[in-house]
């Protein structure tokens, strides 16, 4: 009985674990979405219709 209930800890321990790392990278997929996208103009045409 204490086995199974040693067995039984160990394994909820690691969901736990399994859960935490799902989280992490969760967020840190987040933070990749919310960063902004910024434009600087590199150059400019011009052109002259005859």
Known sequence: ????ERQQHRQRKEI????????DKHDQ???RLAQKAETERLFTI?????
Do not use: T
Not at 1 to 4: A, H, S, Y
Not at 46 to 50: E, I, L, N
């Open 1 to 4: 009985m204490r086995k199974l």
């Open 29 to 31: 997929l987040e933070q």
């Open 16 to 23: 736990f674990q399994v859960e935490d790392e799902i989280l």
């Open 46 to 50: 011009r052109r002259r219709v005859a």
